[in-house]
């Protein structure tokens, strides 16, 4: 199993990233496919998800109107667009996939994590 990311790097204020996903190794519309974020000192919190099935989308209230999360199935591909970015957006953003679980929202439910990438947002 695999999930690769990329995408991240450095950006002002008010600018824009697209992280992407890379799955392998496992079925992709078994799962829910989940971005999660840890910034220094924190809990690792859950950003977005996206149902494989029939895609529906879930954000944390600190991104909503800001991040867009989608996927492509036949690619095995999630993306997460980042629009409006502040520095408090600054973190290593994971991608997960999560098959079951009680929440979208607990990193704890999750089978599989990619390495991360790091976004830092200057102001």
């Known amino acids: 199993v695999q999930l690769v990311e990329s995408g991240g790097g450095l950006v002002q204020a008010g600018g824009s990233l697209r992280l992407s996903c890379a799955a392998s190794g496992f079925t992709f519309d078994d799962y829910a496919m989940a971005w999660f974020r840890q910034a220094p000192g924190k809990e690792r919190e859950g950003v977005s998800c996206?149902?494989?099935?029939?895609?529906?989308?879930y954000y944390a209230d600190s991104v909503k109107g800001r991040f867009t999360i989608s996927s492509d199935n036949a690619k095995n591909m999630v993306y997460l667009q980042m629009n409006s970015l502040k520095p408090e957006d600054t973190a290593v953003y994971y991608c997960?996939?999560?098959?079951?679980?009680?929440?979208?929202?607990?990193?704890?439910?999750?089978?599989?994590w990619g390495q991360g990438t790091q976004v830092t947002v200057s102001s």
């Open positions: 997960a996939a999560l098959n079951g679980g009680s929440s979208w929202y607990f990193p704890d439910d999750y089978d599989y």
């Open positions: 996206i149902s494989t099935i029939d895609g529906t989308t």
